[in-house]
């Protein structure tokens, strides 16, 4: 049973990098037939799709987010990464990672909190 | 980009009841890739329809997704207490993906 589960800080500093990565088990993350990525809830509200990557290093972002991201991929540790600059108030949220099949998102982490403040 | 507009934003319902949720694109969904998840309190979205009106798997039969044109609906036939949660459409015809505003789906 393909698991992914959501790793890094739950607290950064306003103006300051936040960095989550993705393990990906039970499952082959190098599959020709899927992406993986990453979607963000807000406290109290709806999703956000943040971005998606290829086992091969293939990317496409959220415009509105284009920037200040970065989405990476490490297939000798099955994992994913998401980097995202200069975070505000406003990126507070719930971060899920996913595998994104065609587009619709079947498998999904747990979700991990983060939150900016100083 | 696309704009989802579900409707209606909540939904008072009892356990035996049909649902109806509608989500309507503000353009043409390529392909109908349109995909419905449902989200319990603390949980990760699960994906209940994809390409509009096909089941993911393990999915009961009572979930039916439809489309006709830029409008699109799911379908609960007789609600089920664990049925009871927010649900939300989601667009992956063009980039970028976008989701609706959510219908909360509540027990009356």
């Known amino acids: 049973q393909l698991q992914l589960q959501e790793s890094g800080p739950g607290l950064v500093k306003p103006s300051e990098t936040l960095s989550l990565t993705c393990n990906v088990s039970g499952g082959f993350i190098s599959s020709s037939s899927h992406y993986w990525g990453w979607i963000r809830q807000p406290p109290g509200k709806g999703l956000e799709w943040i971005g998606s990557i290829y086992y091969s290093g293939i990317t496409y972002y959220n415009p509105s987010l284009k920037s200040r991201i970065t989405i990476s991929v490490d297939t000798s540790k099955k994992q994913f990464s998401l980097r995202l600059g200069s975070v505000t108030a406003a990126d507070t949220a719930t971060y899920y990672c996913?595998?994104?099949?065609?587009?619709?998102?079947?498998?999904w982490g747990q979700g991990i909190r983060v939150t900016v403040s100083s | 980009e696309i704009v989802l507009t579900q409707s209606p934003g909540t939904l008072s319902l009892s356990p035996g009841d049909r649902a109806t949720l509608s989500c309507r694109a503000s353009?043409?969904?390529?392909?109908?890739?349109i995909a419905w998840y449902q989200q319990t309190p603390g949980q990760a979205p699960s994906l209940l329809i994809y390409?509009?009106?096909s089941r993911a798997t393990g999915i009961p039969d009572r979930f039916t997704g439809s489309a006709s044109g830029t409008d699109f609906t799911l379908t609960i036939s007789r609600l089920e207490p664990e049925d009871f949660a927010v649900y939300y459409c989601q667009q992956y015809g063009s980039s970028p993906y976008t989701f609706g505003q959510g219908t909360k789906l509540e027990i009356k």
């Open positions: 353009q043409s969904v390529s392909s109908n890739y």
């Open positions: 996913g595998r994104d099949t065609f587009g619709a998102y079947d498998y």
């Open positions: 390409g509009a009106s």
